[in-house]
């Protein structure tokens, strides 16, 4: 959380957010908890609270669905996904992009290219985009030419289709997660 000096206050956040995943609370009952938990007069303004819960929730549900995706057993089911943004007047530029950055200029990226990896929603403060890991036959549904020979033939490709990096990357300074600290808070 950009700004916090305490370990204290800094855990207090921590836990309000931990307890809103828990209990899939909204952004009003964490608004409240935090308030609650740090006191009146927080250095904490509305819109950084919001970017604070949003970003967090956020990767938390998305490094949760990736760690599903680690079996091996899950992993091979689903060897591609989609990279849904949101269409309405607050949404980036470069967030529209990576809809039409995929394999063919679609939003269809292999699970496991790197630039997935590293645009994996969120991978900016308040990002309200979303992904969802498909199939093969999904990925072959979309138009994505290994996944059609994939699924008549039964043989995984031996050169992944792999994407260009856009000509953009992420904020300075944004982090996913620290592996010592539970979602994706930090000290500024």
């Known amino acids: 959380v950009a700004g916090v000096e305490s370990e204290e206050t800094l855990g207090k956040i921590r ?13 009003a009952t964490f608004k409240t908890n935090v308030m609650e938990a740090v006191g009146t007069g927080t250095f904490l303004s509305d ?19 990736m760690a599903v995706l680690q079996n091996p057993l899950v992993r091979s089911g689903f060897p591609y996904a989609t990279y849904d943004a949101i269409h309405d007047d607050r949404t980036r530029e470069n967030h529209l992009a990576l809809e039409r950055h995929g394999i063919g200029n679609s939003n269809v990226y292999r ?23 498909i199939t093969i036959q999904q990925a072959a549904e ?18 992944p289709t792999f994407v260009e990096m856009p000509p953009f990357a992420p904020p300075e300074g944004f982090q996913r997660a620290l592996d010592s600290a539970p979602l994706s808070i930090r000290l500024s």
């Open 15 to 27: 836990d309000a957010l931990s307890d809103n995943v828990s209990k899939g609370a909204d952004y």
């Open 47 to 65: 819109a950084h609270q919001e970017t604070v819960f949003r970003t967090n929730v956020q990767t938390a549900y998305s490094d949760g669905q």
């Open 111 to 133: 699970i496991d290219d790197p630039v997935f990896q590293l645009f994996r929603p969120p991978w900016d403060y308040n990002d309200r985009c979303g992904w969802t890991p």
């Open 142 to 159: 979309a138009g994505v030419p290994e996944a059609k020979r994939w699924l008549k033939t039964g043989i995984p490709p031996a050169d």
